[in-house]
């Protein structure tokens, strides 16, 4: 029942010192079809970020610190997508963006950026389910403020085991099983923000039953910022905004799920590129109008905002309740709950091939391989299905959106870091295509702007690396707050260095770029199908 390929690690283990990387994308099934691909790659990781995260965003920031910082995060989270979907549409190799740096930086750049980004999903996916738990609490007594609830209904740690069972009963059944599974939770959740968006509109122009319109009153009431900590003038305001920027890029790390699940997409030459076109999409209609209206709606001084309160809740509820449409925040609830669920499988999908994507370039133990008859990376999925129990920790009353934060702050800062590794890589791809004389127009897919929109968004990310931790000096230092938010840097400069300093590797000459070798070029594309056909493949 297991497939051994104990070739590939040999052969990869012994190319590693040139930078070449062994093609074994067959030995992961294709499972995901094009419109699995599309529908992941937009709705794939919308999650607690978004739909809770932002209560704490808006509570800090005010409205124009949130849409600020969400606009600044979404040109970032821009710049990197249409980098990394033009290496990957060329190179769709297991392990994604890590693959890509062993092969166009150096074996160290990749082996750190490899283990940084398994790291980042084992964390996040207890960020989901800690989040889930805040949110289910709006319909037991354990929401209501000050509550002294001691049933079995108002205990966190009942709730994260039912949907952790979810997470693994998803991951287990298979590729295809998650990619349907998968498109259906995003649709799911595309359909809602749509909803919640227009629904949005027509509350802040008193349609709602109490017919209130409140238009830009939370904008006046705040001229857009929140004196952050007390701290008055332009400089709290300034740190209020600063403070979001961080937690903002929570909601959009994980886009780069689709340079993994390239590796087992059908046709990635095609799929790819479109995949990543639709992101625009995303970013404007999804992440950026929904801080527009979640700051229109409610109030930053609205207590149910407070995460590490029993009574938290997510600001589209909020609104709504407020607005006094009965019924209505229970189903919009429910949603949101289904989408931490839809975030915590992607987030186990991604851990698991990344951890596989390891083994396949010789980083990670052989055992890590051991593949299904339907190519499934069984072992790669229950290491990370054993790590997420660490969800627990948010099992504690009261506790969930405190450790939510925790987990979203690391998590951020682990992004951060991928995604300047990212861009960093595309830079060198790009000389070193230059110094091949390989013209970009040729390739699969061509990232707009270049190399200028790279390097901004290496500024950025460097930006919020070294200062996204500020608010652990405001007052008594706050050594939880300053742990989880710095420690993946040293983290990734250990495994970098260490693998540096052990293996003597050196960075790749741009001339000894391999841009041949697990080319989507050189991969055998589906026949054309009928009409018929195209149509079943999309339902």
């Known amino acids: 029942?297991?497939?051994?390929?104990?070739?590939?690690?040999?052969?990869?283990?012994s190319r590693h010192e040139t930078g070449e990387v062994v093609a074994s994308n067959d030995a992961l099934g294709r499972n995901l079809r094009p419109?699995?691909?599309?529908?992941?790659?937009?709705?794939?990781?919308?999650?607690?970020?978004?739909?809770?995260?932002?209560?704490?965003?808006?509570?800090?920031?005010?409205?124009?610190?949130?849409?600020?910082?969400?606009?600044?995060?979404?040109?970032?989270?821009?710049?990197?997508?249409?980098?990394?979907?033009?290496?990957?549409?060329?190179?769709?190799?297991?392990g994604g963006q890590f693959a890509l740096g062993d092969r166009f930086v150096s074996p160290e750049m990749g082996f750190a950026m490899g283990w940084l980004f398994w790291y980042n999903y084992i964390v996040v996916l207890p960020a989901e389910i800690s989040a889930a738990a805040v949110l289910v609490s709006f319909w037991t007594p354990a929401g209501q403020a000050d509550s002294t609830c001691t049933a079995g209904i108002c205990n966190n740690a009942m709730w994260i085991g039912l949907m952790l069972i979810v997470v693994y009963a998803i991951n287990y059944a298979g590729t295809r099983a998650y990619g349907e599974m998968e498109f259906w939770f995003c649709s799911l959740k595309v359909v809602t923000i749509v909803g919640l968006i227009i629904l949005g509109i027509i509350i802040s122009a008193g349609g709602g039953p109490n017919h209130e319109a409140i238009g830009f009153k939370y904008w006046d009431e705040t001229k857009g910022f929140i004196q952050f900590e007390g701290i008055q003038g332009a400089k709290g305001r300034f740190l209020g905004f600063f403070s979001v920027l961080i937690s903002a890029a929570f909601a959009f790390i994980g886009s780069e799920i689709t340079a993994i699940a390239a590796a087992e997409a059908a046709n990635p030459r095609k799929t790819v590129p479109t995949a990543v076109r639709g992101v625009f999409i995303r970013?404007?209609?999804?992440?950026?109008?929904?801080?527009?209206?979640?700051?229109?709606?409610?109030?930053?001084?609205?207590?149910?905002?407070?995460?590490?309160?029993?009574?938290?809740?997510?600001?589209?509820?909020?609104?709504?309740?407020?607005?006094?449409?009965?019924?209505?925040?229970?189903?919009?609830?429910?949603?949101?709950l289904t989408s931490a669920w839809s975030a915590g499988c992607?987030?186990?999908?991604?851990?698991?091939?990344?951890?596989?994507?390891?083994?396949?370039?010789?980083?990670?133990?052989?055992?890590?391989?051991?593949?299904?008859?339907?190519?499934?990376?069984?072992?790669?999925?229950?290491?990370?299905?054993?790590?997420?129990?660490?969800?627990?920790?948010?099992?504690?009353?009261?506790?969930?959106?405190?450790?939510?934060?925790?987990?979203?702050?690391?998590?951020?800062?682990?992004?951060?870091?991928?995604?300047?590794?990212?861009?960093?890589?595309?830079?060198?791809?790009?000389?070193?295509?230059?110094?091949?004389?390989?013209?970009?127009?040729?390739?699969?897919?061509?990232?707009?702007?270049?190399?200028?929109?790279?390097?901004?968004?290496?500024?950025?990310?460097?930006?919020?690396?070294?200062?996204?931790?500020?608010t652990a000096f405001l007052g008594t230092f706050n050594t939880s707050a300053f742990i989880t938010t710095y420690f993946p840097i040293p983290l990734f400069l250990v495994l970098f260095f260490g693998y540096k300093f052990v293996k003597k590797s050196k960075f790749v000459d741009y001339k000894d770029m391999d841009f041949k070798t697990g080319c989507s070029s050189g991969m055998v594309s589906e026949p054309e199908k009928g009409f018929l056909a195209k149509l079943a493949d999309s339902i």
């Open 283 to 336: 970013l404007i209609l999804f992440y950026v109008s929904s801080a527009f209206l979640i700051g229109i709606l409610v109030s930053p001084s609205d207590p149910s905002l407070d995460l590490s309160s029993t009574a938290a809740k997510s600001p589209f509820v909020i609104a709504i309740k407020n607005a006094g449409i009965p019924v209505l925040p229970s189903i919009i609830n429910a949603v949101l």
């Open 1 to 13: 029942m297991e497939k051994d390929t104990k070739g590939v690690i040999d052969e990869s283990s």
């Open 346 to 470: 992607a987030d186990l999908f991604i851990s698991s091939r990344t951890l596989y994507g390891l083994y396949s370039r010789g980083h990670a133990p052989k055992f890590v391989g051991k593949l299904r008859s339907d190519g499934l990376p069984w072992v790669a999925v229950t290491i990370g299905g054993a790590l997420a129990l660490i969800s627990f920790m948010a099992g504690s009353k009261g506790q969930a959106g405190t450790v939510f934060g925790y987990f979203a702050n690391m998590t951020a800062i682990c992004g951060m870091i991928s995604w300047s590794c990212i861009l960093f890589t595309a830079i060198r791809w790009q000389k070193g295509l230059k110094a091949q004389g390989i013209d970009r127009n040729t390739l699969a897919y061509k990232a707009p702007f270049q190399p200028w929109l790279s390097y901004y968004g290496i500024c950025m990310c460097v930006m919020v690396l070294i200062f996204g931790g500020f």
């Open 35 to 94: 419109r699995h691909l599309q529908m992941i790659a937009i709705g794939g990781v919308i999650g607690t970020g978004l739909f809770l995260g932002t209560a704490g965003d808006l509570k800090n920031g005010g409205p124009a610190g949130l849409l600020l910082s969400y606009c600044i995060m979404a040109s970032l989270l821009f710049a990197v997508m249409v980098v990394l979907g033009e290496m990957v549409a060329e190179f769709p190799m297991p």
